[in-house]
T-cell receptor, first 112, second 112 residues
Framework: KQEVTQIPAALSVPEGENLVLNCSFT??????LQWFRQDPGKGLTSLLL?????REQTSGRLNASLDKSSGRSTLYIAASQPGDSATYLC???????????FGDGTTLTVKP | EPEVTQTPSHQVTQMGQEVILRCVPI?????FYWYRQILGQKVEFLVS????????KSEIFDDQFSVERPDGSNFTLKIRSTKLEDSAMYFC??????????FGPGTRLTVT
C-alpha cells in the first residue's frame, strides 16, 4: 500500500528566502508524482507533474525533483513571496489511470 | 484551459438525508474520480470510474456511497444516509489520454 509523507508539516520563512519542501513515498514503482497548492478552504491547484522517467520539472520559481529509487521528491521555491503562503501537497500515482495518494501537506507561511 | 466543474460549491444537509454531489468532467475524458478531504486531514481517494463501471474503490466507499454517469456529461456521487462524519470537501477529478488528472474546485458538504 502506497504511503506518502511530507516533511516538515509547517514552515515559516521570511520573504525572499529559498526553501525546500520534502515528499517521500514507500512504493517506488510510481507512474508519476504531482505537486499541488491548496489555499485555506479552497481547491487543489496543480503546480508541477513529474513522470517516473523524469528527474525534474521547472515552472517559474518552482523546481520539483524526483528520485524514484529512494522514494523522494523535493519542491524548491526560489525567492519566496507572501503570496506563496499556502499548503503544498504531494500526490503519487502508481499507474496511468490509477488513484492519487496524497501526503498530509506542508503549510508554508512567508512573512513580509 | 479546460476545467472540471462541481455543483453546488457548498451543501448543508441534515443527518440521515440523501445528497447528490455533481461534477462535470472535461469533455472527452474517460477516467473519473472522487476524493474527499475532512477538515484538517489529507485528501483521500474514494472511487474511480471508467467505461461505466467502478474500477477501484477505497474502504471508505461503502454501501452508503454510489456513483453514476447518468447522461454522458455529468458524474455524480450519492450519499444515501449522511452522517456527521461525512462532512468534508469532496473533489471530483477526470483524466483523458494525457497523464494529468484535473481536479474540480470541490463541494463542501456540511452535515448537521
Amino acid at each position: 500500500k502506497q504511503e506518502v509523507t511530507q516533511i516538515p508539516a509547517a514552515l515559516s520563512v521570511p520573504e525572499g528566502e529559498n526553501l525546500v519542501l520534502n515528499c517521500s513515498f514507500t512504493d517506488s514503482a510510481i507512474y508519476n508524482l504531482q505537486w499541488f497548492r491548496q489555499d485555506p478552504g479552497k481547491g487543489l491547484t496543480s503546480l508541477l507533474l513529474i513522470q517516473s522517467s523524469q528527474r525534474e520539472q521547472t515552472s517559474g520559481r518552482l523546481n520539483a525533483s524526483l528520485d524514484k529509487s529512494s522514494g523522494r521528491s523535493t519542491l524548491y521555491i526560489a525567492a519566496s513571496q507572501p503570496g506563496d503562503s499556502a499548503t503544498y501537497l504531494c500526490a503519487v500515482r502508481n499507474t496511468n489511470a490509477g488513484k492519487s495518494t496524497f501526503g498530509d501537506g506542508t503549510t508554508l507561511t512567508v512573512k513580509p | 484551459e479546460p476545467e472540471v466543474t462541481q455543483t453546488p460549491s457548498h451543501q448543508v444537509t441534515q443527518m440521515g438525508q440523501e445528497v447528490i454531489l455533481r461534477c462535470v468532467p472535461i469533455s472527452n475524458h474517460l477516467y473519473f474520480y472522487w476524493y474527499r478531504q475532512i477538515l484538517g486531514q489529507k485528501v483521500e481517494f474514494l472511487v474511480s470510474f471508467y467505461n461505466n463501471e467502478i474500477s477501484e474503490k477505497s474502504e471508505i466507499f461503502d454501501d452508503q456511497f454510489s456513483v453514476e454517469r447518468p447522461d454522458g456529461s455529468n458524474f455524480t456521487l450519492k450519499i444515501r444516509s449522511t452522517k456527521l462524519e461525512d462532512s468534508a470537501m469532496y473533489f471530483c477529478a477526470s483524466k483523458g489520454t494525457y497523464v494529468l488528472q484535473y481536479f474540480g474546485p470541490g463541494t463542501r458538504l456540511t452535515v448537521t
